[in-house]
T-cell receptor
């Protein structure tokens, strides 16, 4: 069965620092998608970044980038120059041929001023 | 206007009551989903639909039913609400891009409390 594990329930960093959130997953498939979603206190689920497993290049979106290690089944999210508005729950998710997303339990990220 | 809307945004009900949560989307997506979110458990899939005639059970469908009234509308019903169904409920949509699950777009969520 597919699983997604986020081993850090909560993290906090100072504003402007860089922070990395961890995610590991398990799937028997070779082609799949990986996602990071953000859920701020407003509770809206917002897509942060998306990675296609067949692409070797790590995805980037402005201050957000991933370190995708396919062999190790690792998909970490790096947030550079963190801002107060980055305070949120962050969820890692795996999408494969089962037509569903498998979600991690989330990491609560607090950016301190 | 939001692409995925949910009504109501908040609801308090009593044990045994029937309740319906509604979802509408203007993204033109075929696939729609209902999730439940509980603290510390992430999102769990209740039901999903790939088109009006295709409804599938997810991980935690017991106690819930759904109706896909049109491509743009997907409703979730609790026939007889119980307190452990107190949770945040999300509707989501996605497009059909090959055989892999692609990006899902979420509504704002419905906070349901069952007393």
């Amino acid at each position: 069965a597919q699983t997604v594990t986020q081993s850090q329930p909560e993290m906090s960093v100072q504003e402007a620092e860089t922070v990395t959130l961890s995610c590991t997953y398990d799937t028997s498939e070779s082609n799949y998608y990986l996602f990071w979603y953000k859920q701020p206190p407003s509770r809206q689920m917002i897509l942060v970044i998306r990675q296609e497993a067949y692409k070797q290049q790590n995805a980037t979106e402005n201050r957000f980038s991933v370190n995708f290690q396919k062999a190790a089944k690792s998909f970490s999210l790096k947030i550079s120059d963190s801002q107060l508005g980055d305070t949120a729950m962050y969820f890692c998710a795996l999408g494969d041929s089962n037509y569903q997303l498998i979600w991690g339990a989330g990491t609560k990220l607090i950016i301190k001023p | 206007d939001a692409d995925v809307t949910q009504t109501p945004r908040n609801r308090i009900t009593k044990t045994g009551k029937r309740i319906m949560l509604e979802c509408s989307q203007t993204k033109g997506h075929d696939r729609m989903y209902w999730y439940r979110q509980d603290p510390g458990l992430g999102l769990r899939l209740i039901y999903y639909s790939f088109d009006v005639k295709d409804i599938n059970k997810g991980e935690i469908s017991d106690g819930y039913s759904v109706s896909r009234q049109a491509q743009a509308k997907f409703s979730l019903s609790l026939e007889s609400a119980i307190p452990n169904q107190t949770a945040l409920y999300f509707c989501a949509t996605s497009d059909l891009l090959g055989a892999r699950t692609d990006t899902q777009y979420f509504g704002p969520g419905t906070r349901l409390t069952v007393l």
